[in-house]
């Protein structure tokens, strides 16, 4: 095992591996960073060339680039409120803030450093332990995908201390979104008022950019007229890099909880990086002595996100790669790949082509330290973006937009939509609704609607729809993470009341009406 | 009369125009549309032929993805383009049949795709696991016969090809059983491992993935499927089920019959290629070459298969 994962290793820096490594990372960071083009994309586009390769080279370069993308998406998440991909939302909670605050080059170094560190548990984890897990990523049936996407939701009363009914009405309102077009189950055609366009439901990423991005330029735009993107400028520094690194490896714990949550999320098949991301943050926020700090532009809240989402990407390749089964849409691009270089995923991975398997994953971890480098430096090209005065930096985000809207479906009709919802995200925000319930809503409506489909159907025919849904081991945790979550606000309001009053987890709305004054 | 002149006029014109333009078919780049998100067999297979159409047919080739509504965003998009052969997409029967028939409005009518060619079939088996007890088809509808609505089978979608197989099957050897739909069919295999279904429809590529882990009951093919010859048809067990999910190109209406050709042709001279036969069947699939008229009867007459039993079935 030992020799054939170093056997990997070594074929990992062969010069022309290598090389291939560094431009599947730089390319990845690019599809990561552009809202609208997906890991999935960059990932599809690249196997074509990996044809020509041999199957190590070029499954060292689709590694790259998935890797690369799980960081890449914090880059706008952090300096423009845009998550790059679905996966980063919960990084813009943390990561935009910094970035008004001048910190900006915090956020991205935080980012870097944690993906990396999530990358490298998931990935040891992988490399250790993937058969056994495997087994146990199939014991997650209708009910249990049911229970977790409750448990996702239930953080929505975590986001919306202070006002749970604003958060759930949120929350509903997303979910709502969510059924729009073709009921995957049962085929019925929803709220589509007639339009077959709308069939397609709404896409995830275009109500992302809708609800995060746009309402921070009509912000920048309308009222203040601020010259600068954000109110302090950012002055990148090499004593930053290391201070973030120093800060963050001095909480080991924020760091492995996170990466274990993404990886736990990533095998169970089907559940992505966003709900990975969303945990952690809670989590990370829920456990934390300063949960006063969240939200308001703290790194922790940034590495606690980052770290579960690059922790996703490995997690979600143990299902594949020893049954076979794609437990995210980039790992159904490697599927078929592996299965283009003739190598069926199963038991024969890690005996007949063990070093090729190993060579992958080693590319997965080389990836991850390439990530933390690019990273770091880029950092100081990267921060200084939002020191453009506003007047050329919005109109190149409305561009921006518009493109990765079109470009995600080839569809007009979602450049229409994003509108939309940038209207309805900008006048929410005067409202005092955070967009994020709504996107929670977005996500885990699926979700929920077919656990709950699923085992309403199975329990009839099991004898029982209830027992059937409770008295099973894996829900029965699930159900227990539910009620603490459920009940922790009002043990939170009760610790806020023995100490400090403002001692709870909130996502921030000042920022919204920073812009109010008129 | 003065209009009829000017009609003739300009019907004259326009075919003196068409002729050069047919004549020197293809000039420009084609954009060949995958109605689904990338990283499907769909795509996969798309991704192999586009080098391959770029030399036949001496352009460039643009695969672009327009996922959404199980394929029918694409196909509606396919039907509204210019039939002068510079767009076209790839097609998937059941799909292209069954959404007409189930949604009333799909965006698209199944006779406005103007097929092209289909090269490529995945014949639709039913499964159980290594240690199910179900040693046979006999004995699942034996026990289903005596413990109704007990046995459920999982699937990929609804009125998908996966779910018209089961009613089939379930009508035609009179039981009842619980079809439990996935989106996707990679989720419905985790669940049929993970043994929360009892049997699972799925494609034989997907079987063939998971052959050392499974027992297929029987396959919806006319003769054996080869990765699989000890499996039975069920026909061979008298029961007439045939399905498959198969794959196409089309172009939008009203394509003029020689554009057809030209694509038809390559469609075909690819999937007549022994290499690309061979990689196809070594994954699972079964390679086809129908070219435009042999597709549109073969979809006419699924029509008119599966017409009555989405009707008979939707409430």
């Known amino acids: ?518 | 009369m003065k209009k009829m002149l000017v009609i003739a006029l300009a019907a004259c014109l326009c075919l003196v125009l068409a002729v050069p333009a047919l004549a020197k078919y293809p000039s420009d780049p084609i954009v060949y549309q995958i109605p689904f998100g990338p990283g499907g067999q769909s795509d996969l297979e798309a991704r192999r032929q586009q080098p391959m159409l770029e030399k036949i047919l001496g352009v460039k080739v643009i695969v672009q993805y327009k996922p959404g509504g199980g394929g029918s965003i694409g196909w509606a998009t396919l039907v509204k383009e210019k039939p002068d052969g510079y767009f076209i997409s790839g097609i998937n029967i059941p799909h292209i049949v069954l959404q007409p028939l189930a949604r009333g409005n799909a965006g698209y009518k199944t006779d406005e795709l103007e097929p092209i060619a289909l090269f490529q079939a995945t014949p639709i088996g039913l499964a159980v696991l290594k240690d199910s007890p179900f040693k046979s088809l006999a004995d699942l509808v034996k026990y289903a016969k005596e413990h109704p609505g007990e046995v459920i089978c999982g699937g990929s979608g609804t009125w998908s090809g996966h779910h018209i197989a089961h009613l089939q099957f379930s009508k035609a050897a009179g039981i009842k059983m619980t079809y439990i739909p996935s989106k996707g069919a990679a989720k419905s295999i985790a669940a049929f491992l993970g043994g929360h279904v009892k049997a699972v429809w799925a494609n034989s590529n997907d079987l063939v993935q998971h052959a050392d882990k499974i027992r297929v009951l029987a396959f919806g093919t006319k003769k054996p499927f080869p990765n699989l010859p000890a499996v039975p048809t069920f026909e061979s067990l008298g029961y007439k089920i045939y399905a498959s999910i198969d794959r196409g190109a089309a172009a939008p209406p009203k394509t003029p019959a020689a554009i057809i050709k030209v694509l038809q042709d390559a469609f075909l001279k690819i999937s007549n290629d022994p290499k690309v036969q061979e990689q196809m069947k070594k994954d699972g699939f079964v390679p086809l070459s129908m070219g435009a008229a042999e597709t549109k009867a073969y979809i006419a007459e699924k029509v008119k298969e599966w017409g009555p039993v989405v009707k008979e079935f939707k409430k």
């Open chain 1, 1 to 518: 095992m030992f020799d054939v994962a170093f056997q990997g290793l070594l074929q990992v820096f062969l010069p022309h591996n290598f090389l291939v490594l560094f431009i599947g990372v730089f390319m990845g960071i690019v599809f990561g960073a552009l809202p609208g083009l997906t890991a999935t994309m960059g990932l599809a586009l690249l196997v074509p060339f990996t044809f020509t390769m041999s199957p190590a080279a070029g499954l060292i370069m689709l590694a790259g680039i998935y890797v690369g993308a799980m960081y890449g998406d914090a880059i706008p998440a952090v300096l423009i409120n845009t998550p790059g991909t679905p996966a980063a939302i919960a990084t813009t909670f943390d990561g935009f803030p910094l970035a008004q605050k001048g910190m900006a080059q915090h956020g991205l170094v935080a980012a870097a450093v944690a993906s990396a560190f999530g990358s490298l548990v998931a990935n040891m984890v992988l490399a250790a332990a993937a058969p056994p897990l495997a087994e146990v990523s199939l014991q997650f049936g209708p009910p249990e995908y049911f229970w977790l996407g409750i448990f996702g939701l239930t953080i929505i009363s975590t986001l919306s201390t202070g006002n749970m009914f604003k958060g759930f009405l949120a929350g509903t309102i997303g979910m709502l979104l969510s059924a729009v077009g073709m009921a995957d189950l049962g085929g019925d055609i929803r709220l589509t008022f007639g339009f077959p366009e709308l069939q397609g439901g709404i896409e995830l990423i275009v109500a992302l950019i809708g609800f995060f991005c746009l309402p921070e330029i009509l912000s920048s735009v309308i009222g203040q007229r601020r010259a600068a993107y954000t109110e302090e400028a950012s002055n990148p520094k090499l004593s930053v890099v290391w201070e973030v690194i120093k800060s963050l490896l001095g909480r080991p714990w924020l760091l492995i909880r996170s990466s274990i949550i993404g990886t736990v999320v990533g095998f169970a098949p089907g559940a992505g990086g966003n709900i990975a991301s969303m945990v952690s943050y809670n989590e990370a926020c829920r456990w934390d002595k300063h949960p006063e700090e969240y939200g308001k532009g703290t790194i922790k809240g940034v590495a606690a996100s980052e770290a579960a989402n690059s922790a996703m990407a490995p997690g979600s390749l143990i299902p594949l790669l020893t049954l076979g089964i794609p437990g995210s849409p980039p790992a159904a691009v490697i599927l078929g790949a592996l299965m283009l270089h003739g190598m069926k995923p199963g038991a024969e991975l890690f005996s007949e082509h063990a070093t090729v398997t190993f060579a992958f994953i080693m590319g997965l971890l080389v990836a991850a330290f390439l990530v933390t480098i690019i990273g770091s430096f880029g950092s100081f090209v990267f921060a200084r973006i939002i020191n453009i005065p506003s007047r050329y930096l919005a109109p190149a985000i409305v561009f921006m937009t518009v493109l990765g809207s079109y470009a995600i479906r080839n569809n007009m009709l979602d450049v229409w939509i994003m509108f939309i919802f940038g209207i309805i995200g900008y006048v929410s925000s005067k409202l005092k609704f955070h967009p994020a319930p709504i996107v929670l809503g977005l996500i885990l409506g699926p979700f929920v609607e077919e656990g709950l489909v699923q085992s309403m159907l199975a329990g009839k025919a099991e004898g029982g729809t209830l027992s059937y849904m409770v008295l099973r081991p894996i829900s029965g945790v699930l159900i227990a993470l539910c009620l603490m979550s459920l009940l922790w606000p009002a043990y939170a309001a009760w610790r806020a009341k023995h100490r400090k009053p403002d001692d709870v987890c909130q996502v921030p709305l000042e920022k919204l009406e920073a812009s109010d004054e008129e």
